[in-house]
């Protein structure tokens, strides 16, 4: 078999062969029958591209000064060349090189290899330390399996290290190669293998120690170890296992060891060390918001649009099960004709970060600074909290956290009138709180559920300084959502929510307007503007809120391909305890809403688009229809 490698010419100088270039030929010959000559193709390949990585074919682009240089870097090469051919098994090739010079003074240089035929390989394995029949069985066993390989390195090593993993897999911790000699028959074209094998102490798995960073479960990380403890040890167990740990994406290191090297019984101590894995995620978006203002203080210059535009920029730090750290800086700016005093923007910035001390657990830290005009009231307020959450079991999570708030309110003149008591009410006033909730999730998803329920319960204790007439406020919140799917496939489902909120306060006068409670806006009912579902104070058209509040939302859901599906929807709201002592309002009613909405199925969760119509519009309060834009579905 027989090919030419060539490289373009480059002539020397006529006078002198002095700082010349030069081209090579490559040519091959190996003795092969017909019957090999599919593998010799295979070999030459391989030899092929190891010889073309050498000084001279690397090199042949640069100058050489004289001829002495050029047969001294020959020389080299061709020492490298018989090196590899004997790695290869090619223990009788010859390598050969020819240098001519042209009569044009072109240099060229051939180099000829002829490899002859790879070297097949005998081989002896023995089991110093076992008897007579483990020696025999082994040994026509490892002979039955190696028996097609030649005599190259690689071939060789492999069957030394497929002696070991063999022993490895029956029980052997550490074997050991005490004796590896191969002897080489020129003559005959063969070489021979001398492998003497140290077994060792035959053992079973021990006991198993598990060393992990706190958060994680250690039974999720022994439910994916192949073995159980008095198994025969089996490297290929220990192997598996590590794939298992690598596979769930949540470790980036993995290590399984013995946790005492010196054995002084049958049973081997076994160490699993893992590292977690997180994720690195910068998310930037934009958003675009609009929403009604519903006739606040009609002689200002605001326009009843209100659009502002939304920042956010995160970064998190995950695991697989979404635990890690996690900040977020919120900016909100609006973009309107107003006053210069009332102008929305608030800046926000949220660091969340698993407890090192308990399992699941999570602190979150938060500051934020906002000035917002609602439908009720201007508010400018700062605000530090703190919120610790932790599990009591696999479905139920609790929170408790602390807040500080400095607040300035300004809203309709009414509310503060000399006339009446809320006169006391201060325009700045400070509070701290103290909330705690449940969370009691049973839902297939966070932003899609399609079956299950979910239930939150959440209590604060708060105390007001700054304003005169009450120190404190206690409040309630109750919430229970259901999902039920109406098919197989969960492509129709109806759900429904009903939730309760209260604040124990002497009177409804007392309470500062933006802790008071309202209903409407996104996630209430839908069809009425936010903080306008609730009564008006006559005379003044602003809504007065409560101390209570009942909700109820009911939807079937239709999903009509993977990307796409659509809802309708029924939502109502009731406030109470809003009789005030200074002022008439409104008779208490249910203020109630239909619509219909669609939703674009995401990754992150559904896109929702749902339009509202109120059944009971307050002629220039209430709008005729509200367009509510959003990801996730509404509970």
Request: hydrophobic share 40%; proline share 2%.
């Amino acid at each position: 078999m027989f090919f030419i490698l060539s490289v373009a010419n480059v002539f020397g100088k006529s006078d002198e062969l002095r700082d010349f270039f030069y081209t090579v030929e490559l040519s091959m010959k190996k003795d092969s029958s017909v019957f090999d000559e599919v593998a010799d193709l295979i070999s030459e390949s391989e030899i092929k591209s190891e010889v073309k990585k050498l000084t001279i074919f690397s090199q042949q682009d640069k100058p050489v000064n004289s001829m002495t240089a050029l047969n001294d870097r020959l020389n080299k090469d061709m020492v490298t060349i018989n090196r590899n051919l004997h790695l290869l098994g090619y223990y009788n090739a010859k390598v050969k090189y020819d240098i001519k010079i042209d009569k044009d003074n072109s240099v060229r240089v051939f180099i000829k290899v002829d490899t002859r035929n790879k070297f097949g390989l005998n081989f002896s394995i023995k089991f110093i330390d076992q008897d007579n029949d483990f020696n025999k069985y082994y040994s026509e066993l490892l002979k039955e399996k190696f028996r097609s390989l030649k005599a190259s390195i690689p071939e060789i090593r492999s069957i030394i290290d497929g002696t070991l993993h063999l022993l490895k897999n029956v029980g052997f911790y550490n074997p050991k190669a005490e004796k590896k000699k191969v002897f080489i028959d020129y003559d005959n074209g063969i070489a021979f293998l001398n492998l003497e094998i140290v077994c060792g102490k035959k053992v079973k798995f021990g006991e198993t120690e598990i060393v992990a960073f706190k958060g994680i479960n250690e039974q999720f990380i022994r439910d994916r170890l192949k073995w159980n403890q008095e198994d025969v040890f089996c490297i290929d167990k220990v192997n598996s296992s590590i794939e298992n740990l690598k596979n769930t994406q949540i470790f980036s290191v993995v290590g399984i060891e013995p946790l005492d090297l010196s054995l002084n019984s049958e049973l081997l101590p076994m160490k699993v060390k893992v590292e977690e894995d997180k994720k690195h995620m910068l998310d930037i978006s934009l958003m675009y918001k609009g929403v009604r203002n519903m006739n606040f203080e009609k002689k200002s210059q605001t326009t009843k649009g209100i659009k502002s535009m939304i920042t956010k920029v995160s970064w998190t730090r995950l695991n697989a099960f979404g635990n890690g750290e996690k900040l977020i800086f919120n900016a909100e700016g609006t973009p309107m004709k107003s006053s210069d005093k009332r102008v929305d923007y608030a800046f926000e910035a949220i660091l969340t970060q698993p407890d090192v001390f308990m399992r699941d657990s999570s602190m979150e830290y938060g500051v934020s600074h906002r000035q917002e005009l609602t439908n009720i009231f201007f508010k400018k307020s700062e605000s530090i909290n703190f919120k610790y959450s932790f599990p009591l079991s696999e479905v139920l999570l609790a929170s408790i956290g602390i807040m500080l708030e400095d607040n300035y309110i300004d809203s309709n003149p009414i509310f503060f009138s000399s006339k009446n008591l809320a006169q006391n009410l201060s325009h700045y006033y400070k509070a701290q709180s103290v909330p705690v909730s449940f969370v009691w999730d049973q839902t297939d998803s966070l932003l899609n559920p399609t079956s299950g329920f979910k239930f939150e319960g959440k209590c604060t204790l708060m105390r007001l300084s700054g304003a005169r007439e009450i120190s404190g406020l206690k409040s309630y919140s109750l919430a229970f959502s259901y999902n039920h799917p109406l098919d197989s496939l969960k492509k129709n489902v109806l759900a429904f929510r009903l939730c309760k909120k209260g604040i124990f306060s002497s009177e409804i006068d007392r309470i500062p307007v933006d802790k008071r409670l309202y209903g409407g806006g996104i996630n209430s009912v839908r069809g009425y503007a936010n903080q306008m579902a609730t009564e008006i104070v006559k005379g003044a058209e602003v809504t007065m809120g409560g101390k209570s509040l009942s909700e109820f939302n009911i939807e079937y859901r239709r999903k009509v391909n993977s990307d796409w599906g659509a809802i309708v929807f029924f939502d109502g709201a009731k406030v109470g305890s809003n009789k005030s002592r200074y002022f008439e309002i409104e008779k208490q009613r249910w203020f109630l809403s239909l619509g219909a909405g669609m939703r674009y199925y995401t990754s992150i969760g559904p896109i929702r688009i749902d339009f509202a119509f109120p059944l009971h519009r307050r002629r220039g309060i209430d709008s005729k229809m509200q367009f509510i834009m959003g990801l996730g579905q509404s509970f």
